[in-house]
């Protein structure tokens, strides 16, 4: 019985590290298609818009490696898992960031400097809508996984 409880727990652990590799990935994304060093930008400027569009990128990404933990119980065992739950969640984050690209297009100015825009101490309303649309693809992606 505490055997098992060991054994969840580091299955755990390894998928908690697995998501948070991800989630790197799509930080590193996020910051090369948004202007400046988005860690700079979000905690030492304290751009709220910067701030919307990353923590909807992080629950949407957090959002699809769920999905993708659910998916990946298999009679294949725990590497299976791990590798089916880190390729994945890579595919989340590169829809996200092909919507974020495609939403930069068909709108008017740059995107990824818009969500930036900070004004009166308010997020620019694209910073919302990037978020909104962050959190939209993740739901897709992960209903996908089902």
């Known amino acids: 019985m505490v055997?098992?409880?060991?054994?969840?727990?580091?299955?755990?652990?390894l998928y908690g590290l697995v998501g948070f590799g991800v989630m790197a990935?799509?930080?590193?994304?996020?910051?090369?298609?948004t202007p400046g060093h988005l860690a700079k930008v979000v905690w030492s400027?304290?751009?709220?818009?910067?701030?919307?569009?990353l923590g909807a990128e992080m629950l949407g990404v957090g959002w699809i490696i769920a999905e993708a933990i659910r998916a990946?119980?298999?009679?294949e065992g725990l590497g299976y898992g791990l590798l089916s739950t880190g390729l994945y969640g890579l595919a989340g984050v590169v829809v996200m960031t092909l919507v974020f690209a495609?939403?930069?297009?068909?709108?008017?100015?740059?995107?990824?400097?818009?969500?930036l825009e900070d004004e009166d101490g308010r997020a620019h309303p694209a910073a919302w809508v990037q978020g909104g649309?962050?959190?939209?693809?993740a739901l897709m992606v992960g209903a996908a996984l089902s």
């Open 133 to 137: 649309m962050y959190i939209g693809t």
């Open 25 to 33: 990935v799509a930080f590193v994304a996020l910051d090369l298609v």
């Open 102 to 115: 495609v939403v930069g297009i068909i709108t008017p100015g740059p995107m990824g400097a818009m969500v």
């Open 72 to 75: 990946s119980e298999s009679e």
């Open 45 to 53: 400027e304290r751009n709220k818009g910067a701030a919307v569009v």
């Open 3 to 13: 055997g098992e409880i060991v054994e969840s727990a580091g299955q755990a652990v």
